[in-house]
């Protein structure tokens, strides 16, 4: 079972197997083989013996193939994580720790590169180079190396860096061409994008764009403008950017030839909402808004084709009556679950994680509030393949583990915890 099991996981991250189906139906893609590993029990439960005999063909198929995925495949249990961390609390720079994937645990956090506040970090969708905002020698910058090693040879290598042109940035992100770059810098109040070489490297930084106003709702959060994260639509042509200061999501038209962003319109989240990160549905066709000062969710439906956002929902991540016992309480990520089917927020001050299930139409209800085990859960992660979530407590200094029920989405903590200084930024390098 344990090498069924390794064989199972090994098939869905390489998009053999669908487990994103409604429980029950037990979807496979039409691939030449036609096989469904029994694994998927513990994913939708509905498998018997064809199955296991197909599972069997493929492994007998496979060991007298000598196929070159069986090496990876030999490793595919373990994930390694990337942590970005703050100033403080004796951070160095940027750490390394391994998941194992089976059980959860989490293995001990080692630094592999020396940067000041390496708060955000990114890879490259093609090439093995891994993005980092933080402080080098000469300033605010991002800063690229390149992956040397992964496992217990875990290493990076500092290759290129590049300054933001405004202060600090907060996040950042890659196109999914691996083309541009964008970074937000949150006390500047802009968004500059870079020009990435085919090998990835930063080629120039094309612009820097400021921000401005701030709607002044929520007196000194609101005064000015304060972008906190920037991304793509699925499908490339636009940027979105929530800025927390405006309480709005700003949206750019992507220019790949000239490598530079424009202006295309922007979706409210609601007065003193101060939206702070958002994802994508895996459809394409729902956007979720995490405001921090609100503690809501924003759901919102999105328009591919004129890459326009109309809002549907607003959900609180904390009961008010929980959040008036609190001295601060501000959210600060949100995640969606690979099949889709939950949506997960971080709740600081409270130090929880909230969990929500998605409804046919993309709306979200509440499924549980769950203690992080730390202090201050400013990030938190899903492994690739949904099955254990791993969060931060940037005050507590440490990571913990918790195993996500496929069918519920509700998480469990699996009793793994580690130390490592202030983590602001967990990154999972997939298989």
Known sequence: ????????????????????????????????????????????????????????????????SGIAMLPSIANADQWDIWIGTSSGNNSRGIYHCLLDGDSGKLGPSELVAEIRAPGFLELHPEHHLLYAVGQLQDGPCVAVYRVLGLGDQARLELVDQESTGDGGGTHVSVHPSGRLLLTAQYGGGSVSAYALEKSGLISRRTQVIE????????????????????????????????????????????????????????????????????????????????????????????DVDSGSMELKQTIPTVPAEELAREKFASASEIRVHPTGRFVYTANRGHDTITVFSVSSAGTLSPVQVEPVRGATPRNFNLSPDGAWLVVGGQD????????????????????????????????????
């Open 396 to 431: 507590s200094n440490t990571l913990a583990s918790f195993e996500v029920d496929p069918q519920s989405g509700r998480i469990t903590y699996n009793r793994s915890i580690i130390t490592t200084p202030s983590p602001i930024c967990i990154l999972f390098h997939p298989h």
């Open 211 to 302: 921000h401005q106003g701030g709607s002044g709702v929520v007196p000194g959060r609101q005064d000015a403008p304060h972008p906190h994260w920037t991304g793509f639509s699925p499908d490339g042509r636009f940027a979105l950017v929530p800025d927390l200061g405006l309480d709005e999501v700003i949206i750019y038209r992507v220019d790949l030839e000239t490598q530079t962003i424009h202006p295309h319109g922007a979706a409210p989240t609601g007065p003193g909402s101060g939206p702070r990160h958002l994802k994508f549905h895996p459809n394409g066709k729902w956007v979720y808004v995490l405001n921090e000062l609100a503690l809501s969710v924003a759901v919102f439906q999105y």
């Open 1 to 64: 079972m344990a090498i069924q099991r390794m064989f199972y996981r090994a098939l869905v991250r390489r998009k053999i197997l669908l487990v994103d189906a409604p429980p029950g139906t037990g979807t496979v893609v039409d691939v030449p083989t036609g096989l469904c590993g029994i694994g998927c029990r513990r994913a939708c439960g509905s498998h018997g013996g064809r199955d296991q005999r197909r599972f069997a063909a493929f492994m007998l198929v496979a060991l007298l």
